[in-house]
């Protein structure tokens, strides 16, 4: 059975060190755990999963200091410590049976478990602000150092896949592949940590009596994820393969020997951030307001980053022939670890590299957001107000691994070979072997002396014709747009009832990245043509045209009057109470277009 457990803990204490100093310490923490959440699906037993969990620490300090009437200093200090550990029920190895070429039950250990990604996280924040005749000053630093260890033991338990049931039952394997760490190395353990600086300065100033501006400038650099010890693996279009004497090979992050010395990616040093912000008192009842900013996002978690581990397999030298009979054991000769080979993939021509891609160089670009609005509020009753206001984005560099492709043939490829991809007796030559009669009278012929004869024409004319697809890693190519009109009503506080109206009409567009939170799931973006990327712009997964919320509440007052009403006690339990209730309705998502399922 599954279930889901979730306990939040808050602890705060304000203290007033003198007249000038304040002091605030909150410590809260979380327990979740997901029951059973580690593996799932029809064909995994109970002993193939574990448990989930996320057990949250977070201390957090902020001290304001009153240097003179006029100058403010705030500090902050806040430290988070996030386990999150993936329990196994089992220490078996997993064993993986298959029937009729599909797998039909998964028992033992799963190949992933015990696992966990702890971090740490020191974030410390200066804020100084300094007021001078109509100007406001305020300048400071935020810092951020993330500590993270993770631990992904893929196959350390040791994998055993059989053909039937009849195989299992007479432990016949027809596979075994188990990873090993090797002596003296940190194993599945990464340490991908990760540092943040942030500076800003700005100035409010009231320019007269009906206008102020708010102008400054921020600086944000972020270092993004890395292994840390040299054993990330990227795809190079241009490194040499010596198994086939040609580009297409394994390269591995930074200088240590076997390295590419070289870093996969680059930090971006340019995150500067203006921000302007209007505001004019048209009369007593209405303001006009407008504002501009360029925000950047954090850098890509990256957390399916690649540690290469050293598998050894055992497989089938045939049809029917198992690969070991565990009465005599399991030998393997294990390659030493770690294993910097450029030709590690492919494991088998034509096929994915499981693991592996091409790590962009832009994986240290975070995404950069262009923010603007125009707006009116006018007060039209006591108590209540009246917003209009046009409110718009455009997002770049947002990760869209899915609008580039390595190895593809593009069109232009294709008209190179003589070939036309309407043509129907073409696309039949494209599947067809690459040996046929069809290919051979058109003078096509092998990429490579070892390349076999089996696979397809169309294989042998991708740009790494040993490969099949080769995936594009944390891509900075996305872009985003959103356009949207928002109306507000407010009723203000009185007798105990406040409340707010709003409806927006939007319109949100993206090219290959869809980076809305939502709560039921991801929608996956939708990429038709890598080589055209202006054509893949289209309507956001999480596009709403209509949305509307009505929000209320209402705090309950004292008592008064004779009687019970005037007893203290009873007006004393009854007052400010607070009853709340919110109400969203609006446009549905849109049903996105099936992908092709054929090639």
């Not at 129907?424 to 040996?435: I, K, T």
């Not at 996956?524 to 919320?549: C, E, H, I, M």
């Amino acid at each position: 059975p599954r279930s889901l457990n979730n306990d939040v803990y808050l602890a705060k204490v304000d203290l007033n060190i003198s007249d000038r100093q304040r002091l605030s310490i909150r410590y809260n923490a979380n327990r979740f755990t997901g029951v059973n959440y580690e593996n799932s699906g029809a064909t995994s037993a109970a002993v193939h999963t574990g448990n989930s969990s996320v057990r949250t620490h977070n201390l957090s300090g902020n001290h304001t200091y009153s240097i003179t009437p006029l100058v403010l200093l705030e500090s902050r200090f806040t430290f988070t410590r996030d386990d999150e550990p993936g329990e196994a029920n089992s220490t078996d190895p997993e064993v993986v049976i298959r029937q009729n070429g599909t797998t039909a039950l998964n028992i033992g250990r799963n190949n992933f478990s015990p696992r966990y990604t702890n971090a740490k996280t020191f974030q410390w924040a200066e804020a100084l602000s300094y007021i001078r005749s109509r100007h406001t000053y305020k300048m400071g630093a935020d810092m951020i150092f993330q500590k993270i260890d993770n631990f992904f033991p893929g196959n350390f338990s040791g994998s055993y896949t059989f053909n039937s049931y009849a195989d299992f039952a007479s432990n016949k394997p027809f596979s075994f592949t188990q990873a090993f760490a090797g002596a003296g190395t940190a194993g599945p353990l990464s340490k991908p940590n990760v540092n943040e600086l942030a500076l800003y300065a700005q100035d409010s100033v009231r320019v007269n009596d009906r206008l102020t501006i708010n102008y400054g400038i921020r600086y944000d650099f972020q270092t993004y994820l890395r292994e840390g010890a040299g054993r990330m693996p990227s795809f190079s279009p241009t490194a040499i393969n010596p198994v086939y004497g040609r580009p297409g090979a394994t390269i591995y992050d930074g200088f240590l020997p076997g390295r590419c010395q070289c870093n996969l990616g680059k930090n971006y040093p340019y995150g500067f951030g203006p921000r302007l912000g209007v505001a004019y008192q048209v009369n007593s009842k209405t303001v006009l307001r407008g504002g501009f900013a360029v925000v950047y996002n954090k850098t890509a978690a990256n957390n399916n980053l690649t540690v290469l581990g050293n598998d050894a397999a055992y497989a089938s030298p045939g049809n029917y022939i198992p690969s070991l009979n565990l009465k005599d054991g399991v030998n393997v000769a294990i390659t030493p670890w770690p294993n910097l080979s450029p030709s590690l993939f492919p494991t088998t021509q034509g096929s994915t590299p499981g693991g592996l891609g091409v790590i962009d160089p832009g994986i240290g670009r975070p995404a950069r957001q262009a923010q603007w609005s125009v707006g009116v509020q006018r007060e039209i009753a006591s108590n209540i107000v009246l917003e209009t206001s046009y409110v718009g984005n455009r997002g770049a560099w947002w990760q869209a691994p899915g609008l580039t492709t390595y190895n593809a043939i593009s069109n232009d490829a294709l008209k190179a070979a003589g070939l036309d991809i309407n043509s129907a007796a073409d696309q039949a030559l494209l599947r067809g072997g690459v040996r046929a009669a069809g290919a051979v009278s058109r003078g096509f012929g092998l990429p490579y002396s070892i390349f076999p004869t089996t696979l397809t024409l169309g294989q042998s004319l991708r740009p790494f014709p040993m490969f099949g697809d080769v995936p594009a890693l944390y891509a900075p190519l996305g872009d985003t747009w959103y356009n949207a009109m928002q109306f507000k009503a407010t009723k203000r506080l009185s007798h105990g009832l406040d409340a707010t109206y709003s409806l927006t009409w939007s319109k949100q567009q993206v090219v290959g990245s869809e980076q809305d939170y939502n709560y039921f799931g991801f929608i996956a973006p939708a990429t038709n043509d890598v080589f055209n990327r202006p054509v893949n712009k289209y309507l956001s997964g999480y596009d709403q045209p209509l949305l509307s919320v009505i929000a209320a509440t209402y705090t309950t007052p004292r008592l008064n009057g004779k009687g019970i009403l005037g007893n203290k006690v009873l007006s004393y339990a009854a007052r400010d109470w607070q009853i709340g209730a919110v109400m969203r309705y609006g446009s549905g998502l849109p049903i996105q277009v099936p992908s092709a399922t054929t090639s």
